[in-house]
């Protein structure tokens, strides 16, 4: 990967949108748009946001984590090695309201991978995506509740999120194929 150049959009920092999406989510806790709520991290930068969120709202069941891995329909393409992992959902998620968390939202196909494990496991009253970065780029009709930032980038950009702590955020640019 080559470093970002200086026509690459800027990220806001990211301690800044962690507190946009916490005030944003207490919102919806407060005004009882969410009750009782769930944290759920998609593994890994989505699990490091989620833990850290979970401890700002003081929500009192343990993280969930999960890592989608085999849930993915575009496995083959994107070339995973898969460390497989399992998912640890701690309590019931029956009837529950979920905030599922990660960290970047690009094509919408690693959100449908968690919604279709989260469904495994039961069946929610409610899910609410919280994501840092938004990009442009879409492949599926899947949309954040809470973004932290929006970007649109080249397709040869991607949002790198390292952690867990600090959380931290870079933009990187692929080189193009030969």
Do not use: C
Request: aromatic share 6%.
């Amino acid at each position: 990967m080559m470093p970002s150049t200086p026509d690459t959009p800027t990220l806001s920092p990211i301690d800044g949108l962690m507190d946009q999406i916490h005030h944003d989510l207490q919102q919806a806790i407060d005004q009882g748009i969410l009750t009782d709520p769930l944290m759920v991290g998609i593994h890994s930068g989505g699990v490091w946001v989620a833990e850290a969120l979970r401890q700002r709202l003081g929500l009192p069941d343990p993280l969930g984590k999960l890592n989608i891995t085999f849930y993915r329909d575009d496995f083959d393409t994107i070339g995973l090695h898969p460390q497989v992992a399992p998912s640890q959902l701690p309590v019931d998620i029956d009837g529950r309201d979920v905030i599922l968390v990660d960290d970047v939202l690009y094509t919408g196909r690693t959100i449908r991978a968690a919604l279709n494990e989260l469904f495994d496991y039961g069946r929610p009253a409610r899910i609410w995506l919280a994501v840092v970065y938004e990009r442009d780029g879409r492949e599926l009709p899947i949309a954040a509740q809470t973004v932290g930032q929006r970007l649109a980038l080249s397709p040869l950009q991607q949002i790198h999120v390292d952690g867990p702590a600090p959380l931290s955020a870079r933009i990187v640019t692929r080189e193009e194929p030969r």
